[in-house]
């Protein structure tokens, strides 16, 4: 599975496992597994507000974009994410905001 992420200015976040092609957001699962080869599942089709493009297969692996919330202050990382391929798993997301550092600490 290949995950690419759209930034979007948002308080909401949520918690993201893969297990095969079944992603679990928020505890509720999405099972991409009865997609075929070359075939695309319309973002329209998924009762997901998370979702940010139709879901594809293409030689064999899954391609979706989320949408990735972030704070005010949040990181390059954030703001400029790469896709990625996780593992089964809990997915790490990129920084919701960067550490802020008081003023008076950074003099």
Known sequence: MRLSFSPV???????LVKIGDTLTLNGEAF????????????????????LA??????????????KLPHGPHAPKETLFPAPIEPA???????PFNAAVVPKEAAE
């Open 31 to 50: 099972d991409f597994s009865p997609i075929p080869e070359e075939a695309t599942l319309p973002r329209a089709a998924v009762d997901c507000d998370w």
């Open 53 to 66: 493009s139709d879901v594809e297969r293409v030689d064999g692996v899954l391609h979706l974009t989320l």
């Open 88 to 94: 089964d798993g809990k997915i790490t997301l990129p």
């Open 9 to 15: 200015r948002q308080d909401d976040q949520y918690e």
